[in-house]
């Protein structure tokens, strides 16, 4: 897996802006067989969110994505954030070639990819997410994106998210909240890249950070990983299993990438 320099001035996240109001492919973090598209809002407050270059075919085709029941009472801010996900599919499967209409919800609330594909999809506040890749070239696929947290806030999730091996490892030419804030959403995207081999909740704490470069951190399993055997006991440390997690930041956003097998 190439690095991925920390991004600045005129690199793909911010040299995508022109693309508000429409979905657009984000050039950072490409891999071969990976498409990544990605669609920019603007928060307006008061539990609303109003599209940056809003467009009357942006607001018909966001409404034309059907919501899963649950969502149909939820603030305008969460549908359109659901709804904006589920563009960012489509448009990144139409990068691979694929054209099978938006993605619904399944029974475990994760997106239902068509046959041969694996996909993923996150939001902040002003910016979704969605990766999608052949299930013949990797075996899983984790996109996620944050907002910087704060100096009070990064404090708060590293009580949760942090064990004592990741704040050694954590890379040391961030900021403390930049740093918990990668940590934080590299594991998220590790999260949904394993699901849906491990189908159960994983804690944050048995996931470890063993080294970071610029570009690239790389997780193992900790001790306190549960074993995948009928007594779903603890399990030995598995040193022979690494995750890497690609990440990108600019603009005050962390963007994580955990892919499974395929070119690494």
Request: glycine residues 12%; proline residues 7%.
């Amino acid at each position: 897996m190439s690095f991925i320099s920390i991004g600045g001035a005129g690199t793909p996240l911010t040299g995508d802006r022109q693309a508000y109001g429409q979905p657009f492919q984000l050039r950072a973090l490409q891999r071969p067989g990976l498409a990544i598209a990605g669609f920019w809002l603007a928060s307006s407050g008061a539990g609303q969110t109003s599209w940056a270059g809003s467009k009357e075919h942006v607001r018909q085709a966001l409404a034309r994505v059907p919501l899963p029941s649950e969502l149909e009472g939820a603030v305008a801010k969460r549908r359109d954030e659901y709804r904006a996900g589920r563009l960012c599919a489509v448009y990144a499967l139409g990068l691979l070639g694929i054209d099978s209409g938006v993605p619904g919800r399944g029974a475990d609330r994760l997106p239902r990819w068509p046959p041969g594909v694996l996909g993923s999809i996150s939001h902040c506040s002003d910016l979704a997410l969605s990766a999608v890749a052949p299930s013949d070239v990797y075996a899983g696929v984790g996109i996620d994106v944050e907002q910087c947290l704060d100096a009070d806030e990064a404090d708060t999730v590293a009580e949760v998210v942090a064990s004592g091996a990741d704040l050694l490892h954590l890379p040391g030419w961030l900021s403390r909240p930049m740093a918990v804030t990668l940590l934080f959403s590299a594991k998220e995207a590790i999260y949904k890249a394993i699901f849906p081999g491990v189908k159960r909740y994983v804690d944050f704490a048995e996931v470890c950070l063993h080294r970071a470069l610029p570009g690239l951190l790389v997780f193992r399993p900790s001790c306190e990983w549960q074993s995948a055997g009928p007594a779903h006991g603890r399990a030995p440390c598995h040193e022979h299993i690494e995750w890497p997690v690609a990440f990108h930041i600019e603009a005050g956003k962390v963007i994580t990438l955990c892919l499974l097998g395929g070119e690494s």
